[in-house]
């Protein structure tokens, strides 16, 4: 079964406006990433926070991490229609392996 | 830099015929290797991850199979596809110290 799982499943705003997407998860972990996944294309890391880590920031996007409820958020602010692209969450426990959630698919109206 | 390729783009196979896929990174050495198939609107499923040349971990039971013949190449591989073959499959790598992983521009295999 999944670890991650993303809510909303898909999410329509208007250019400017702040995306927020969150991610649950079951078990502990190691770390949560982010990716992003423009329609056909392999997936881009965003950020990665660690389990020991509760904010972290990279430009215009913000991850949060909430260990004690099992959830992550992703905010991007001041979107642009370039955001739009599916996004998903990544849990790891190891080193090197990751599980992923089911994306959420943003979209940005110009 | 480094980069990871991955060949075909795209893929048309009958049911029942054979497959290779191939992925390979330039620019790093020793790199952890993963195939990963998505499907239509889904998240992603790891297949198989590689720590090292020869040493492959499969994480579901499946008609595929992978391997690694040299430091920076994967293959994955089939010796009779099967329709539920059909998918998204990416190759990515990771540095042995780093989680995040990077990916490749996938292959859209069909299988009819």
């Known amino acids: 079964s999944q670890q991650g799982e993303e809510d909303p499943q898909a999410l329509s705003i208007q250019e400017g406006e702040n995306a927020t997407m969150n991610c649950s998860y079951k078990t502990s972990i190691n770390n949560l990433q982010w990716y992003r996944q423009n329609s056909g294309r392999g997936l881009v890391h965003l950020i990665l926070?660690?389990?020991?880590?509760r904010e972290k920031h990279s430009g215009r996007l913000r991850v949060t991490l909430d260990t004690s409820k099992k959830s992550s958020s992703l905010l991007i602010t001041a979107s642009r229609a370039a955001d739009t692209a599916s996004y998903f969450c990544?849990?790891?426990?190891?080193?090197?392996?990751?599980?992923f959630g089911s994306g959420t698919r943003l979209l940005v109206r110009p | 830099s480094q980069t990871i390729h991955q060949w075909p783009a795209t893929l048309v196979q009958p049911v029942g015929s054979p497959l290779s896929l191939e992925c390979t990174v330039e620019?790093?050495?020793?790199?952890?290797l993963y195939w990963y198939r998505q499907a239509a609107g889904r998240g992603l499923q790891l297949l198989f991850y590689s720590v090292g040349i020869g040493q492959i971990s499969s994480e579901v039971p499946q008609n595929l199979s992978a391997s690694r013949p040299q430091d920076r190449q994967f293959i994955l591989s089939s010796k009779k596809l099967l329709l539920s073959d059909s998918g998204f499959y990416l190759c990515?790598?990771?540095?042995?110290?780093?989680?995040?992983?990077?990916f490749g521009p996938g292959t859209r295999l069909t299988v009819t």
């Open positions: 620019g790093t050495s020793n790199p952890n």
């Open positions: 990544a849990t790891g426990r190891s080193s090197y392996k990751l599980i």
């Open positions: 990515a790598w990771s540095a042995t110290a780093s989680p995040g992983q990077y």
């Open positions: 926070i660690r389990s020991n880590e």
